[in-house]
């Protein structure tokens, strides 16, 4: 899974008035999976130099020019956190659209063997959080922001497979 790099790289005003990083808008991925003990999710631990390092968030990152927003997604958990897109089952999209400007969280679940670690510098750790312990940690202020509508379509992707596997 490769794009152009850098394409898509650079900070973009944006008519909330706020910036925005990604010129083509920008996509992260929330990876689930289920264990005994209930459901969890894979956040990132942003390295201290990027935009609000130290917080939590999602893997994910600049979209490339024409460049869809899953795969983008997809292919940024591959480069920052080691996720095997192969297998990720993406069932579901959340967009926060600025009209000029996008971020897309791809909600997927593992369908196979994840050796998941930091792979590049962006990371300070990769690591499987429960989703009733995600809200307690510093999450980046987009992420945390979307955190609850995120968790409620989690929950649901997870209370739907357990109905139609039992």
Known sequence: MTAPRGTGDAWVECACGRRHWGRFGAAGLLLARRTAQGV?????????????????????????????????????AAEEAGVDPAHVAVRDTYVL??????????????????????????????????????????????FGAAWPELRRRILAQAEDALQSSG
């Open 40 to 76: 969890q999710v894979l956040l990132q631990h942003r390295a201290l130099w990027s935009d609000q390092g130290g917080t939590w968030g999602l893997p994910g990152g600049a979209l490339a020019e024409g460049e869809a927003p899953v795969h983008g997604a997809l292919r940024e």
């Open 97 to 142: 659209d600025h009209g000029a400007w996008a971020y897309t969280t791809a909600i997927g679940w593992v369908t196979g063997p994840q050796d998941v670690r930091p792979t590049d510098d962006e990371s300070l750790e990769i690591v499987w959080v429960d989703v009733d312990d995600v809200a307690n940690r510093p999450l980046l202020v987009a």
